[in-house]
């Protein structure tokens, strides 16, 4: 968010000066927490390792004690232990009926005023009315979605005009390389049921 600011300032016609007083907040030794800790949910996890951020999350199944401790993360049973210590809350699941707006007024009024939400799931896992009005009445500091519902949201949607959003196009995969190996992964799956061998990434597996 202060990146897609900042860069507006930095190429304003109207800018003369930078402001010295204005700032983000630090992700380092930042709480991070972390719904739905599938295979994506566990590479955000090796990556937020990086900055040294107190992990935990919230699965359907716990994770194996030695997966935990490669990240250092910690379970919370209860998701909403999870929304209150973090400082950024990711949501990494997939939409099904029990998903469907896992997040809504309830839960973030359990967050922290100083907390972002992240969204990189699907749009529909949040209430989007009551994330308007979590933001406008700063109930949250700020979220960041690459997903929304629908998808691209009308033009007169109020989140468009909230300066504590920010909104990109469903772009989490779009990588040249990401692309083409999600190709070369359908390609296997279909072979592979072409020749009657098993499927490499069965979503269902027998």
Known sequence: MYLYTGCHIAVSPDTKCFAVDWLGVEVTRATLGIIGMGSIGYKVAQRARAFNMRILYHNRNRR???E???????YCAKMEDLLQQSDFVMLVVNLTPETHKLIGKKELGLMKPTAT???I????VIDQDALVEALQNKVIRAAALDVTYPEPLPR??????LNNVIITPHIGTATVQAIRM??????ANMLAVLNDQPIPSEVFPK
Not at 68 to 74: N, P, R, W
């Open 64 to 66: 194996r004690k030695e």
């Open 182 to 187: 999600m190709a070369e992964e359908a390609i």
């Open 117 to 119: 939400l992240i969204n």
């Open 156 to 161: 007169d949607h109020p989140l468009l005009n």
């Open 121 to 124: 799931s699907r749009g529909a």
């Open 68 to 74: 935990e401790e490669a990240v250092d993360a910690h």
